[in-house]
């Protein structure tokens, strides 16, 4: 078996969720006849989702949606899948990664599945000429969503498109447990720095920021939390975490993560006040958080390492990871989010794509939540895949839950 | 000083939120004229909401909204403070509780302030001469907002309602943080048992049910969770924390507690299995949630402890805390809320009753949330008595926030 | 049942350990014909460990170690106990603390059990006509423990003592749970102050210190640790705590609690840097951590009450809890250690008194650890009772354990 | 700069203990004329130490101490150090890797530096020749020492040996923090799997054990504890993990780690109970925790992937990360040990080091403990470079801590 294969076949063993889905597909075959245009990290996880798609009839052609995320020997194994065609290699240039988004485009596809709004933004941009045979699509990340309700504010979201990253099957295990697990253990191998007793710094107290504030403080860290929301900052502060402005923790922080989805969180006026061998590092989608132009820019000297940029200023060194980009993704160890929770997040994708494949020729331009029955549907399958039983209301409680006429 | 006044000035102090309300209350006098009902646990932090109500140039009639939560000492101290009349008793009768009540409504208030919806009730049913009068009420617990949605859902709601427990900054202070210590508290000082080691089943995965099983955790109990949502199952799971039926809980629980809002959450089929010496407490606001009626009919003997009750069933002995009701007001040492959270709390209903007090006429009967401004304006008023600065967004950043056309 | 014994039978029923060697002492009647003098914290779960020793044979006398911590009716019940005498009383004088002391050694023990050395204090000065007929002692307190030690190496502790307290299942278990949550539960329940998100500042990180710092962390607290060791300083920061002097803890802390067994911990120029409100306790054994004397002296004003005395310094209160004592049992609602820890804590005391009894005559003056077996045998007991099964070495691997010469 | 040399320098800017060393040993050369043979992972953090070595005068001569811990750049770097010799190389044969043993013996050196114990073992046996030179050793690991101690026991080790480990600097840091962080990041990286929710079952409640105990529950881990001690046992159980067998574990177990330093730990009669898709890994020093051998014999199948050996026992697979050595250092991606908890314990073999060449000749043969003055020293050093400040006993306070007159 080709290395592609072996990492695809065990991301499949901890992909139970997924696998019940595909059954289902290989019997209904309910994408026959449809291509699916898709750009995702393009890695043994995702494998498992584009095959679980064309096993359901689909002809899939999939692209990467991060330069630096793609797995070259992965990528080679799924384009050997029966009617999936792969376009994706790891450290591209930005041109090949645009050529690659068009080869996805050449194909035609019907529905979308992006990571990051690629697809859709070309398609509303450039390839005008697909509007009219796409009947939908499906957005995974929040920074993505972020751009698509702005177009969809502005009227021009011209195609109905599910915001698989909006549901709480996705915030409560992929951003929570996922973001927050594989940005520590990548920051871990990359640096070789310990956690305990580190200030720890996280910007943004979303769902990202949480799982991560709660794991790094798990293995010992001080956490200190930066927030632009006065209610998210009091969580932080009565969940055990110092809160103060990024500028106050600069100056003492050792290691830094923005999970904010926004620009310049980390810029020139907070460079002044990091500590020498400050670790920053980036687990929002596009490398923007931190301020890079001004680092590049501005640092005396730039020393290149696996996965560590040191910039020199003035007495000390900064060190950036990943290039800025998403640290857990993209640093040459990093795994990106752990298989189990990709599991869940990838049978969101597929029954979310099912849906737009069913319902998206009547649904107007715009972004939908996922239908609360498929998040449901989704912790039913992963409660059974792991055996686990819950309680259900009696007939007793029902009645107890709606009646108003019982007193103290 | 009297010892009802000394715990209500101690209570005081750690209510920065609420005295900078009265500051504006005693400059603008909103509640000139106007009568306040009022049922809630009457303790020292109570009071110094009655009090900032009072001094906004209110009438206050106040009794107690459980028989076991008041404190004599400050309700007799509270009856001295001027526009204050205060009916409440501890272990009052069930006929005195509701005589209580009576009184508090024979002096026909304009606003209602409820912890468990009596007053709007008894006014809806027993007292509907004083339905024309009322301009609206807030409601404090989840229990009562549970109660008037379903009278709302079937039209019988006559007046607006603002429900004070539905909002960001009461489920994560005083759900979450507040339930969380006081339980556990009271649980401790009561029984005198040990939490570490302990399996802790917490019923209930909702805000008081994850704060309460985090901080059980926190002591190094192994915590068990039940619920009937399979969402909420599968983030106590991935918490860390056990999850299964309350059956398969029943044989190897130590200490129980409910937060459901629900009824017999622990009934006939788990008394069976539960282990010689089990402790069953609850947190909801109505016994209900522990089938107290099956435990009375079955034991074959009844012991009584300060704030336990013992059933022999069989072989076994169950203790039961505070009689089913709320266990952190309702034992004996129990303290209820801690200060700071119910600072929060009661600032979001000073706020709210303002609102009630300026737009009450205009409003429909109904439930209504918080405001968000309010809500927001607690979040501000707090951070700022912590000395607390957080980050703001910055030109460059807004404009990124509503942008979508910047890529990969 | 009177309400002490009820509370004796209440502790009971979480002491299986002392319940296995109550049934060997009924057996054996090891003590038959010993006196055995006693000064312990006289409430339900010590009654146990009294009852425990009478049934080994033993008259036993016994009075309070501490003014604060004797519960009425649990002495009055203890003292109707067949061949116990109690002569404890709560909030005696320090001239009835003493003549009590006396009343003890009138009944001539052979056998002493202390709790901070006062039997033995007393014996060694105002009693030394009773050292011939002494055959030995315990101590149960760290505090204790150094008294004797310094006495011993002095060369004046006359007769054998066991230090209870220094031995794995003492520190492992009393201290770090046992002090830990007590501590938290009592300041709990008499400030009724929220601990997430406060300042907790712990001085000393001994075994009381870690366990109680571990816990304040487990409900959201911001722990920081004062030390003057270096390797247990680095521990704290590395457990993910803050380290620093106890003049810039002072500055930000808003609870204080002292495990430090060492005098004028919280003193003249710590008082000075405090916060309004702060609140400051004891865990450890005397009343001399906190310099009250400072405060008495040169408070504008002090407020009493319940567990708190509030100290009025120039513009700012100071709160200190249950009069500088051991805060988790001298406030009025406090509990002392959870039963579970004092039933291993008094199966080592039990253990040891018959250690005494069997070899004390053949011992020299000094102090002397908990022999190992006594401990292992409590260890075996517990896990025997909360029915956890362990593995045990296998041949091969108890050949392993001894070999070197298995290679790379 | 050469890739080994960038690694070198990145890890040498977070060691400011052993900078600190090597400026007085560049000022004292205390190993000048002195040849010092070292068998350890040759990675980045050692390469500080041999060149902290090297800078006092010594001549060095390193090889490693496992086949798969070894990185080739830094072997490569390390050579070019002056006076500094490196034999080590990955992936080595066993005669590869014992003719690195016996090329850095034909050195002759006369300090040994061991990391479980190769160079003094064979020295012992096969070497028996350069008895009469060398000095004394130093030891670096618990399995080591163990097997030290057997010798010693026996009469059979020649020359005085430090044991580094055996120190609470070593223990608290390097086994809590350093083998805690490092397991866990491997198996993240390596496995990709989740650890939220998991059962993660840790053989042994040692150092190494706790450690990786309570950093896998901080990252929402539900962790079972095995033990052969009561005492341990009964911690783990407080600490609120589960405590049962290794057969009871095996049901239920996600994730296995062994850290006993004992054989066959995890063995057949546990394997026949082991879930599908198991991992299993080592954290202990040699690869016998885990029994191999059975896996070699019975497995139907074997599937090898980078870091991971997939074993088929019937329907079920079993996966072994590292061929069971210790899998912080010998997955693929492996770092070993953070790189703060290296400079501690390298900190402290330096300064053992100095302290046999100053001090050998007089030592007799046997297991040394490290000097407490050592330990402190680097505790101290460590809190300087932290920054931290700490409280000093006041007078009066030394006085007390003295005194056993002060009563109650």
């Known amino acids: 078996?080709?290395?592609?294969?072996?990492?695809?076949?065990?991301?499949?063993?901890?992909?139970?969720?997924?696998?019940?889905?595909?059954?289902?597909?290989?019997?209904?075959?309910?994408?026959?006849?449809?291509?699916?245009?898709?750009?995702?990290?393009?890695?043994?996880?995702?494998?498992?989702?584009?095959s679980t798609l064309a096993a359901g009839g689909a002809e899939v052609h999939i692209t990467g949606c991060n330069p630096l995320s793609t797995q070259d020997d992965v990528a080679e194994a799924l384009g050997k899948?029966?009617?999936?065609?792969?376009?994706?290699?790891?450290?591209?240039?930005?041109?090949?990664?645009?050529?690659?988004?068009?080869?996805?485009?050449?194909?035609?596809?019907v529905i979308t599945i992006d990571d990051g709004m690629d697809l859709i933004h070309y398609i509303h941009t450039k390839r005008r000429d697909l509007l009219k045979k796409v009947i939908g699509g499906c957005e995974e990340t929040t920074t993505g969503i972020h751009r698509l309700k702005a177009m969809a504010a502005e009227g021009k979201l011209e195609f109905p498109v599910v915001a698989?990253?909006?549901?709480?099957?996705?915030?409560?295990?992929?951003?929570?447990?996922?973001?927050g697990e594989?940005?520590?253990?990548?920051?871990?191998?990359?640096?070789?720095?310990?956690?305990?007793?580190?200030?720890?710094?996280?910007?943004?107290?979303?769902?990202?920021?949480?799982g991560l504030a709660r794991k790094a403080h798990g293995l010992g860290a001080k956490v200190i939390v930066t927030e632009i929301d006065p209610r998210r900052a009091l969580e932080a502060h009565m969940d055990g975490f110092m809160v103060m402005t990024m500028e106050d923790a600069a100056v003492i922080g050792d290691i830094f993560v923005?999970?904010?989805?926004?620009?310049?969180?980390?810029?020139?006026?907070?460079?002044?006040k990091l500590k020498d061998g400050a670790i920053l590092a980036n687990a929002g989608h596009f490398n923007v958080e931190i301020d890079l132009e001004y680092l590049h820019k501005n640092a005396a000297k730039i020393i290149r390492r696996d996965g560590?940029?040191?910039?020199?200023?003035?007495?000390?060194?900064?060190?950036?990871?990943?290039?800025?980009?998403?640290?857990?993704?993209?640093?040459?160890?990093?795994?990106?989010?752990?298989?189990?929770?990709?599991?869940?997040?990838?049978?969101?994708?597929?029954?979310?794509?099912?849906?737009?494949?069913?319902?998206?020729?009547?649904?107007?331009?715009?972004?939908?939540?996922?239908?609360?029955?498929?998040d449901?549907?989704?912790?039913?399958?992963?409660?059974?895949?792991?055996?686990?039983?819950?309680?259900?209301?009696?007939?007793?409680?029902?009645?107890?839950?709606?009646?108003?006429?019982?007193?103290?």
């Open 1 to 50: 078996m080709s290395s592609g294969t072996l990492k695809i076949e065990w991301a499949g063993q901890y992909m139970p969720v997924l696998a019940a889905i595909r059954k289902q597909f290989v019997k209904e075959r309910p994408f026959e006849g449809m291509t699916i245009g898709m750009a995702l990290h393009v890695e043994a996880k995702t494998a498992n989702l584009v």
């Open 258 to 272: 923005t999970t904010t989805g926004n620009c310049a969180v980390i810029a020139k006026k907070h460079f002044a």
């Open 376 to 408: 449901e549907q989704v912790a039913n399958l992963k409660l059974a895949s792991l055996g686990l039983s819950i309680d259900s209301l009696s007939k007793e409680q029902k009645k107890y839950s709606c009646s108003w006429d019982i007193g103290t």
């Open 164 to 179: 698989v990253n909006d549901t709480p099957m996705k915030h409560f295990f992929d951003n929570v447990h996922g973001t």
């Open 81 to 109: 899948v029966k009617n999936v065609n792969c376009y994706a290699k790891r450290s591209c240039t930005v041109d090949e990664y645009y050529a690659a988004i068009n080869d996805v485009l050449d194909a035609k596809p």
């Open 308 to 374: 560590i940029e040191t910039f020199v200023l003035g007495k000390k060194s900064v060190h950036v990871l990943a290039e800025g980009r998403l640290v857990n993704l993209a640093t040459p160890k990093g795994m990106g989010h752990p298989i189990e929770v990709m599991d869940l997040s990838f049978a969101l994708q597929a029954l979310c794509t099912l849906h737009i494949a069913k319902n998206g020729k009547k649904m107007k331009g715009g972004v939908y939540d996922v239908p609360n029955e498929i």
């Open 182 to 210: 594989s940005v520590l253990s990548s920051i871990m191998i990359t640096t070789n720095t310990l956690i305990a007793g580190k200030y720890f710094v996280v910007a943004g107290y979303g769902y990202c920021g949480r």
